[in-house]
C-alpha cells in the first residue's frame, strides 16, 4: 500500500475540549482520604435500592425494557405528568446529547452561561453548533438579561443551570418567568436542575411546574447527585411531548441499563430517606460556608452540594495543597476551586486547609 489517505475526524470533533473527570485521592499511608472532586452523595447506596439493583443484575442476559416503562410510570406519577413527556437516557448529561442533536446542526448557536457545567461546549460542539457563552455575573450568577440579548434568529437552545455548577448560585422563579417572556417559543429552553433537591433559596422555581405552563421549556433532572446512583447513569427531562419524542428518537437503543431503571424506580420508592441525606448534606454546606466567610473566604451563594473558591492564580496551589491534607477538589485553572459537600469529616479537613491558605 502507497502513503493512503487517513480517516478524517469532523472538523468539531477535533476541536473538542475534553471533559476532565474529577480526581479520585490516592491511597495514602495514614492519610485518610475524601473525594470531593465530582459532587458525588457521600452516603452508600439504601438498602432497598441495592437490593433492587442486585436483583435485576440476575438477568443480566436479557436486554433492558427499551421503553422505561417502570421508571417512566413511576416519575409520571410521581411529577404529575404524562409518561409520554418523559425521555430518560444514560445520565442527563446524555440526554441533553441527544435533545441537542435533536434541535441543532452546523451553524446553529447554544446560548448558555459561562463559567457553567463543562459537558455543555463538548455536547454543543459535538452537534456541529456554536456556543454562545454568557460570562456570570460578578455574584457568580446567570446574567439572564445579557442572556435574553445574546438570542439571535440561530439560536435552537438555551440552557439555564440552576444552582449553577461550579459556582452555586440559583436562578429564582421571578428572574427565571420574566427571562422566559422575553425568549421567542421556537426555542427550546432547558433548565438543567441537576441540584434541586439542594436548593433552599426563597423564590425557587420547579422546572416541571414552568413547562406546564410553556411549549418550549423543558426540565432536566438527574438521579446521579440527590438520589445517589451516579455510578448507574440515569438521568430525564420533562418536556412537551415533541420535545420529549424528539429526544427519545435521537436516544441509544437499550442505553438505560436494567439494574440503572431498577434503582432509580426503587430510589423514588424511598425518597424519603433520601430526602432526609438530602437535609444533612444541606446542613453541612451551611455549616461549612459559615466557617468559610468566617475565616474570610467571599464565597458565593451555594445553593447545590459543592461550594466555590474563586481562587484566581492560586487554585493550583490550593488543588495542591488540599490533595496533600487528604482531600480532592475539581480544580479550574485560574479560576477557581470546586468543593463538594461530603461526609462532615472530609468537610473539616477542607476546612483546615482553607484556613491556613488564608
Ligand atoms: C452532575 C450534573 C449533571 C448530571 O449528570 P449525569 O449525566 O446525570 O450524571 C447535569 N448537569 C449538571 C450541571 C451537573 O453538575
Redesign the pocket.
Known amino acids: 500500500m502507497t502513503t493512503a489517505e487517513t480517516p478524517q475526524v469532523r472538523s468539531a470533533v477535533q476541536a473538542l475540549p475534553a471533559y476532565v473527570p474529577g480526581r479520585p485521592p490516592e491511597t495514602r499511608p495514614g492519610v485518610t482520604t475524601y473525594k470531593l472532586s465530582s459532587?458525588e452523595n457521600p452516603y452508600p447506596p439504601l438498602p432497598g435500592v441495592l437490593e433492587a439493583a442486585a436483583e435485576a443484575a440476575a438477568t443480566m442476559n436479557r436486554y433492558p425494557d427499551m421503553g422505561c416503562s417502570a421508571l417512566y410510570a413511576a416519575l409520571a406519577e410521581r411529577l404529575g405528568v404524562p409518561a409520554g413527556h418523559l425521555a430518560a437516557g444514560?445520565?442527563?448529561?446524555?440526554v441533553?446529547y441527544h435533545l441537542l442533536q435533536a434541535f441543532c446542526e452546523t451553524g446553529d448557536e447554544v446560548v448558555y452561561a459561562w463559567r457553567?457545567?463543562e459537558?455543555y461546549p463538548i455536547a454543543v460542539a459535538v452537534t456541529g453548533a456554536t456556543s454562545v457563552r454568557v460570562p456570570l455575573t460578578a455574584g457568580a450568577r446567570h446574567d439572564l438579561d445579557a442572556m435574553a440579548a445574546a438570542i439571535t434568529e440561530r439560536t435552537r437552545v438555551v440552557i439555564v443551570?440552576s444552582p449553577n455548577?461550579p459556582t452555586g448560585p440559583a436562578v429564582t422563579r421571578t428572574e427565571l418567568e420574566a427571562f422566559l417572556d422575553r425568549v421567542p417559543t421556537r426555542v427550546v429552553v432547558v433548565l438543567?436542575e441537576?441540584?434541586r433537591e439542594f436548593v433552599r433559596s426563597e423564590d425557587v422555581f420547579d422546572g416541571v411546574e414552568v413547562y406546564r405552563d410553556r411549549p418550549n421549556v423543558v426540565a432536566?433532572r438527574?438521579?446521579?447527585?440527590a438520589y445517589g446512583l451516579?455510578g448507574f447513569?440515569?438521568?430525564y427531562v420533562v418536556a412537551p411531548e415533541p420535545i420529549a419524542a424528539a429526544v427519545r428518537a435521537c436516544a441509544l437503543p437499550f442505553g438505560v441499563s436494567s439494574i440503572a431503571q431498577a434503582a432509580a424506580v426503587a430510589s423514588l420508592a424511598r425518597e424519603d430517606e433520601l430526602l432526609e441525606r438530602v437535609d444533612a448534606i444541606v446542613a453541612e454546606r451551611d455549616r461549612v460556608v459559615s466557617a468559610l466567610r468566617e475565616q474570610g473566604w467571599d464565597v458565593p451563594d451555594a445553593q447545590g452540594n459543592f461550594v466555590w473558591l474563586a481562587l484566581g492564580e492560586r487554585t493550583g496551589a490550593f488543588a495542591a495543597a488540599a490533595e496533600e491534607a487528604g482531600v480532592m477538589v475539581r480544580p479550574f485553572a485560574g479560576e477557581g476551586a470546586r468543593v463538594s459537600i461530603g461526609e462532615p469529616a472530609g468537610n473539616d479537613v477542607l476546612l483546615g486547609v482553607t484556613a491556613a491558605f488564608r
Do not use: E, I, Q, W
Request: with cysteine; glycine share 8%.
Open positions: 459532587n444514560t445520565g442527563s448529561v446524555a441533553l457553567s457545567f459537558a443551570c455548577n438543567d441537576a441540584y432536566m438527574t438521579f446521579a447527585k451516579a447513569r440515569v438521568g
